[in-house]
């Protein structure tokens, strides 16, 4: 008897203990959206102007989130593609120096860079509380594999490769296994991984950091029936179509029956579709947090790995472009100490994630001092009177990347600069009064210009950021490596065929092999040329 009032007691003392460092430690939720342009949500990152949210997009849950908390005007993404944004905001630096700056980086592979000894978030907020659960759900980054290497305890990566999630267009991608009509995107079965999360947090009480990185809406898009037969009878109704808008898309068998004006319509439906369910997916998860009483301690913070391939309307480009709308993009916090239907618009950058989070948990353990993320604990609890740390040299989004225009962006305080990283070509831009990136100021501010150029160059070299010419040499190496084994295997190709005693079955065989790799070292010796051209290209867009 005596034993089981200790061991009782000693429950209860456990229990009250987990209670109340639940209740000193605060809880993170990170919702990452997927190619999300600035404007393509129904909540205008600046009160006032409605003319920054979509006309058609439905998203309701963000519009609550956004009434409990801070909207963000000036947010950026690291990169304007995913890959480098994904690295740049687990590691809290700049793509340049985390070296991980495009998609197919050539140069990082040829250098073999480790991404696993950077700190991550989760390895932070490790070393600053052991209690602290840590979890990764959705869309990854390849060049960081397994992201239980990194500090998380739970993800849900359960296919061939880290990253074998890829766009979330199949269930298994080596496999071309079907996601299930009724998840599109995956986006209903990450919220339901997510809420089990949450579910046993509510019961153990343990602090957590949960990352909800979406496949939506990231091409290719797909979007619930129902949900997308509402947008095609608004369409229709807008457009005055008499029958309305059939539903059929262009991967279907009659897809040639469906007029181009209505098949544009369709897409618009679709794609306002998808956006809506990715809504309803993290409204799922806002309200398993509600539910489980864990709201009130924990912060929410909802963004964009980069720019949308959208319209991104007043702003300039999109995806993979360094104009405003490739890296200027949606974001919304909520959470203990933050003012509610309140408006940020200092501007502020994903990398500076890592640093917040460090902050506002209370680490003891220092920071390593190579990262470029500043607390944003100040603006979070006083808006745009909060005071934030000086930055040594603004934002710097480097962009050397052979297969689009290759541009580096420069933005300190109102001032962006841009340079073509092919004909040296410089831009400025006062992106507070004029985010539309309309009237070229670098002849009307000369000693401005060289100030930027200055000091950008000077953060380049300091952290050892890839050049143009670094990376068009290893893209050329790398095409004419492939190219020459493509060559050695149609010779001993071609050499087996000519034995005379093959059997009908292995000569097929080899021919279609011989055909296979024919096309590859088509679409290689395209791809050089390719390059060749893209050096000499002074295209801005």
Known sequence: MRLLTFSLLTLAVTFAVARVHAEEAPNFVIIYADDLGYTQTSVPMMKGHPELAHKLHQTPNLEQLASRGMRFSNAYCPSPVCTSSRASIQHGKTTARVGCISIHD?????????????LSIAEMIKEADDEYVTAFFGKGCTPMRWFKEHG???????????????????WEPAYKTPIPLDDPKRVFSLARTAQQFLNQRGKDRKPF??????????????????????????LATE??????????????????????????????????AMMENMDSSIGMVLDELKSQGLEENTYVIFSSDNGGGQSNAPLQGGKAKMWEGGLRVPMIVAGPGIAANSQCDKPVAQWDYLTTMHDLVGSNVALPDDLDGISLRPVFENGNKGKLAERDTGFVFHFPAHYTVPITAYRKGDYKLMRHLNSGEIKLFNVVSDMGE???????????????????????????AWT??????????????????????????????????????????LNEQLASVLARLKHHRSNLEKLNKDQESKRWF
């Open 106 to 118: 050539v140069v990082m592979n040829k250098r073999e860079v480790d991404l696993g000894k950077n």
């Open 438 to 464: 309309t009237n070229d100021l670098a002849n009307d501010l000369p000693a401005k210009t060289a100030e930027m150029v200055r000091d950008l160059d000077a953060y380049l070299e300091k952290v050892g």
């Open 152 to 170: 998380y305890d739970m993800t849900d990566f359960n296919h061939k490769t880290p990253n074998g999630n890829a766009h979330g267009d199949w």
């Open 239 to 272: 457009n005055d179509i008499q029958g309305g808008i059939p539903d059929i898309s262009k991967f279907d068998t009659n897809a040639d029956a469906m007029p181009k004006k209505l098949q544009a319509l369709w897409e618009k439906a679709n794609y306002a």
């Open 468 to 509: 143009m010419r670094e990376v068009y040499d290893t893209r050329a190496e790398e095409l004419d490596n492939w190219i020459g084994q493509d060559q050695e295997k149609i010779a001993k190709l071609t050499l087996q065929l000519n034995d005379a005693g093959l059997s009908e079955t292995t000569r097929d065989d």
């Open 209 to 234: 950091y949960m990352m909800v990185s979406h496949y939506a809406v990231h091409v290719r898009n797909t979007s619930l029936k129902s949900t997308r037969e509402k947008y095609l009878r608004l």
